[in-house]
């Protein structure tokens, strides 16, 4: 039986795929073999040394201990692309919010609601709120993932013009992403030639702090920002000096602050970018997907520490192994194996960065000897046989 800890409520529609008869769900559970998060901050928790996998249902993971998992050798996932729609849904309507000032003006008349002339003020007030149309503008698109792609072609087919930033772009991306989507060959210049620019990159050491006072400096005159991406990818005090002194235009954020919303030129929206039941639902259920293939047989998949494996089981027994990316790993693990007249039918070996993982399969049951053997081969960090 395995035991999965959720810490905040997770949509049934996904928790329902477990089967009852192999799993134990609750939000307090001792010892659990795997743990389900939102938006809950792990960072200063305790995790059990029987966790074997964390999996966040949503993309963002700053809130995971992601380099002491992996020295524990805890698979870490998140689920890109679940909640990409409902993101993308938000972003057009923020290109479409920061350039008409429809808030202004719906909060201009929700003031004179009351007043018997209203009709006429209307006409006579309407053009306090004029703005530019979207049609013909162009959009600077930073991060070509999941998300991007998709607000990338909705734009385009919106008639805007599309450039795009992503130097680690996948090929699965890059298959979605509209041909006429232009390609900027630096941050640098997607900022000088975009009227509107929204992130959707991960917050990272390399990417906090992207758009700074330096950036501002360069970027288009009246240009509008979008960030549902994370807050720090923006330095708050920088992007109000700059609408402040008619650098930029708007600023549309998920993450709102006491010091952002003091900005009239700043539209706060309260973490919504995912916020619909279809988004909830859809990180559900990859998430729960994610982390029985995991258990069950080893299979890695959008993990953001360990790399990506898979290996069809045709045998009965499977050894996984999780180790420092050092010489002689898988050496000393089939060493340690055949000194038991162990034979391998199939084996994989993957590392990203500083880690690997190894899948092994056999006919015959490894005793718990060379399992303990094998952990005490210096590099390796967690051994798990799959009967």
Known sequence: ???????????????????????????????????????????????????????????????????????????????????????????????????????????????VASDPKVSELVEKEKSKFTGPEIFGKTLGVIGLGAIGVMVANDAMALGMKVIGYDPYISVDAAWNLSSDVARAESLES??????????????????????????????????????????ALVVDKDVIEALEAGVISCYVTDFPSLELLACKKVIGIPHLGASTPEAEDNCAVMAVKQIIDYLESGEIRNSVNFPKCKLEQRYPHRLLVVNRNIPNMVGSITTSLASADINIQDLINHHRDDYGFNVIDTEQKIPETVLDQIRKVNGIIRVRVID
């Open 190 to 231: 997607l900022l000088s030639k975009s009227d509107y620019v929204t992130l959707h990159i991960p917050q990272s050491e390399a990417t906090k702090g992207l758009l700074d006072a330096d950036k501002f400096r360069i970027i288009k005159k009246d240009a509008r920002i979008i960030n549902f991406s994370r807050n």
């Open 1 to 111: 039986m395995f035991r999965i800890q959720t810490l905040n409520k997770i949509s049934p529609i996904g928790l329902d795929i477990f089967p009852k008869d192999k799993y134990e769900i609750a939000n307090d559970i001792s010892n659990p073999d795997a743990i389900i998060v939102r938006s809950a901050d792990m960072n200063g928790m305790e995790i059990p040394s029987s966790v074997l996998a964390i999996a966040r249902a949503g993309a963002g993971y700053n809130n995971i201990p992601v380099q002491k998992c992996s020295e524990k050798g805890v698979v870490v996932f998140n689920t890109p692309g679940a909640n990409a729609n409902a993101v993308k849904e938000l972003t057009i309507a923020s290109l479409l919010l920061s350039s008409r000032n429809i808030i202004g003006g719906i909060n201009w008349t929700t003031s």
